[in-house]
């Protein structure tokens, strides 16, 4: 019994995926599970709460009172009962209220009031998973430390083809087993993380900068916050946002202030993972007034940089794991186990630009992994969030 005594609040909305909310209540109940449903009105249009009910065996909740006898179901007792709220399906509806706090029904106020971790299994049609407001709400989840089960792309209610379809039942059921198993993995481990580009001043207005977005640095952190390890992310220029109690953000602008902050923070951990797009070089000098455009060719001597994860590797102990990112346009292997070696690195994740949807600014990622051995695995294209798990499986256990 994976879920043995778990206690999840399985919320379901007005989507057509909404008669799978039934099978999917079914299996966590066979894994061990307590199940208490809260369904948005609009759900109750898809599937009745009756056929719920009658499998979890409890009153299914949908309104702030029961109508006859006027007894209150209150969502803070839910928030604090449950150990996993999970919202499956999501329509896009629920998905933008939930980002942007409007609490008009009974599933949202719960989801406000929610001390447990959410996950959040969004369904909806193609066009509506693509708008760039769905785009912004789910990032606006993620920064809240919900987790998104990414929606499956295959036929659609509406007999489109493409992206949007709920993730099957057993699938969803496997992640919320996954999490509950590794919830508490990585407690007492200490873990630093470097994210984002760093922007190297040329005046008091311009940089030299690079397109990291931290997206993969962020997933990272969240990834072992959420498996009980305490995490320093010191993190570059990003628009990211991060919530988790068990994060310390470090915000850093230029390659000499991560070097700083990562220096002074590793002598106290486990491991650093040293995801950032660190500029190698900087501006010899930084004019302090701004530079004005003249007829002659403007030269900028840059010099180099310090080099972080070369610095970890000299005062690394052995009780200490450093894995390091690269990124390479040829000779991908040879040059990663050539910058294993020269940093002390433990592990080297291997992206590559030349797979379409991989590296900066995609939401997905396409890795390899090499040790010290030069033993590689490769991974297939995921969703950063998945792929910061399968490198911590990998690298930090
Ligand atoms: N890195 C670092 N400090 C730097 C440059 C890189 O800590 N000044 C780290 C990166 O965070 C990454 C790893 O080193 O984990 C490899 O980064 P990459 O830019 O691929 O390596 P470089 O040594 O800069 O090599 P290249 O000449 O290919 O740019």
């Known amino acids: 019994m994976t879920l043995k005594d778990k206690h999840i609040v399985l919320g379901v909305t007005g989507s057509i995926a909404a008669y799978k909310a039934a099978s999917l209540a079914r299996l966590l109940i066979k894994a061990g599970a307590e199940v208490q449903i809260v369904i948005t009105p609009s759900g109750k249009e898809f599937i009745t709460p009756v056929t719920l009910s009658a499998l979890t065996g409890k009153p299914v909740v949908s309104e702030f009172f029961t109508a006859n006898d006027g007894t209150w179901h ?8 449950a150990d996993l709220m999970l919202i499956a399906p999501a329509t896009a509806a629920t998905v933008g209220k939930m980002a942007n706090g409007i609490a008009d029904n009974m599933l949202i106020t719960t989801y406000l009031s929610m001390k447990a971790p959410v996950m959040v299994a969004p369904a909806m049609d193609l066009d509506m998973f693509a708008h760039p407001s769905t785009a912004r709400n789910l990032d606006l989840l993620r920064s ?7 929606p499956a792309a295959g036929e659609l209610a509406s007999h489109l083809i493409g992206k949007g379809r709920m ?4 699938k969803i059921l496997s992640v919320v087993e996954d999490f509950f198993r590794k ?20 005046d008091p207005v311009r940089f030299i900068g690079n397109y990291s977005s931290g997206k993969m640095g962020f997933a990272l952190a969240e990834e072992c916050a959420r498996r009980g390890a305490e995490v320093t992310l010191i ?31 590793f002598p106290d951990m486990n491991t650093a993972i040293l995801c950032a797009a660190v500029a190698d070089f900087r501006p010899s000098r930084q004019y302090t007034e701004k530079v004005k455009r003249g007829e002659d060719i403007l030269n900028i001597d840059l010099v180099p940089n310090k ?61 390899s992994i090499l040790n010290r051995n030069g033993e590689k695995k490769d991974y297939a294209l995921k969703s950063k969030q998945e792929v910061a798990s399968d490198i911590i499986d990998e690298t930090v256990g």
Request: charged content about 25%.
């Open 74 to 81: 209150s969502h803070v007792d839910l928030g604090q009962w």
């Open 144 to 150: 809240y430390g919900n987790i998104i089960i990414e």
């Open 167 to 170: 993730e099957e039942p057993e």
């Open 183 to 202: 919830q508490e993995s990585l407690s007492k481990k200490k873990i630093l993380i470097t994210a984002g580009p760093t922007f190297e001043k040329i």
């Open 235 to 265: 993190a570059g220029p990003v628009s990211m946002k991060i919530n988790h109690p068990n994060i310390t953000r470090i915000d850093v602008e230029s390659a000499e202030e991560m070097y700083n902050a990562s220096m002074k923070a």
């Open 307 to 367: 080099d972080i994860a070369a610095s970890l590797g000299k005062i690394k102990k052995s009780n200490q794991r450093l894995i390091g990112f690269a990124l390479e346009t040829n000779d991908e292997q040879t040059n990663a186990l050539k910058k294993i070696v020269k940093k002390n690195l433990d592990y080297i994740v291997l992206n590559s630009l030349n797979d379409p949807g991989a590296g900066f600014k995609y939401d997905t990622n396409k890795i």
